[in-house]
């Protein structure tokens, strides 16, 4: 059944960006240090947010402005009916939303004083977006401007979603956490989103030190464009449409806690693309998201509005 009740999808003639991906719970820990091998510590009190990285993703959009709508799956459970209220609370159409299979998905967070986080995913009902689920959601493609998609979901589903783009919608894809892509994946990817981990693991012994190398690397495996998020030194761009890439600085700002600014970052370059903004542009503005999602605890609760952002 449908998060909103048991019709297909319905919603906007026209969505400015389509999140394909996953809804988590995340439950979160603080600890004074993250463990190592056969190691415990302990850690203050565990607390619930709604989360995963296609909901972390719609809510960022949405809270931002954009017309946004949701394909996930989650469990008819706690877990899931949490998801299914922050969506709507961030003005999310949820109607692609799934309900059933399998638990919501679940990701077990430690984050330290210093803000760095470590992230184990138990996919749940992530893991049961199929294909077919892709097939069945034609009118909210049809309707997308761009489409946004991530890697907690199985691959098989992911390039369903790059077949079932239209010719005038863009795509964007975090690989993350990050998997081998198939070719016609990366050739549909405008842009493929990368932070510094997930373009080394792609390009792996090719790397190179330097993120115009990987850049250089990226686009040659084909995508249409690169963005490498480069943390408090901002995002790398490249498009093989213009000329060489292009660094975009960050802000300077205190970080609090880091879940989730990748996500916000992705989502507000993903909204910005779909108004028809040029790439270097939507990455500045991203930049902007990304840095003021690190200064509050926590994903979702995290996420800036516009005014927060034109606050920096």
Not at 8 to 25: I, W
């Amino acid at each position: 059944m449908y998060g909103n009740d048991d019709s297909a999808p319905s919603g906007p003639s026209r969505y400015d960006l389509l999140v394909v991906g996953s809804a988590n719970a995340d439950l979160v820990v603080g600890v004074d240090r993250r463990p190592g091998a056969g190691e415990t510590v302990l850690g203050t009190d565990l607390v619930v947010h709604p989360g995963g990285k296609g909901a972390n993703q719609a809510v960022a959009a949405a809270r931002l402005g954009a017309r946004t709508a949701l394909l996930a799956r989650v469990g008819d459970d706690a877990h899931g009916r949490l998801l299914l209220a922050s969506q709507g609370e961030a003005g999310v159409d949820t109607g692609g939303v799934l309900v059933g299979g399998a638990p919501t998905g679940v990701a077990l967070i430690t984050v330290d004083p210093s803000g760095d986080n470590s992230i184990v995913v138990s996919p749940g009902a992530n893991a049961r977006l199929t294909p077919a689920d892709i097939r069945a959601a034609g009118p909210l493609f049809a309707s997308a401007r761009v489409v946004s998609v991530q890697l907690e979901i199985p691959l098989e589903t992911v390039t369903e979603t790059a077949r079932a783009l239209g010719p005038d919608v863009r795509l964007v894809l975090n690989p993350s956490p990050p998997a081998p892509l198939p070719d016609e994946v990366l050739a549909a990817c405008d842009p493929l989103v990368v932070n510094e981990h997930e373009a080394r693991y792609i390009l792996g012994d090719n790397a190179g030190g330097t993120p115009e190398s990987w850049a250089r690397g990226l686009t040659a495996l084909g995508p249409r464009s690169v963005v490498i998020t480069l943390g408090a030194d901002g995002a790398l761009v490249s498009d093989t449409r213009a000329g060489a890439p292009v660094r975009v600085p960050s802000p300077r700002v205190a970080a609090v806690d880091t879940t989730g600014a990748g996500d916000a970052f992705t989502a507000a370059l993903a909204w910005r693309l779909g108004l028809g903004e040029e790439l270097t542009g939507a990455a500045a503005f991203a930049v902007r998201v990304g840095a003021a999602a690190v200064t509050k605890e926590g994903a979702q609760a995290s996420f800036p509005t516009a005014e927060e952002v034109s606050a920096l």
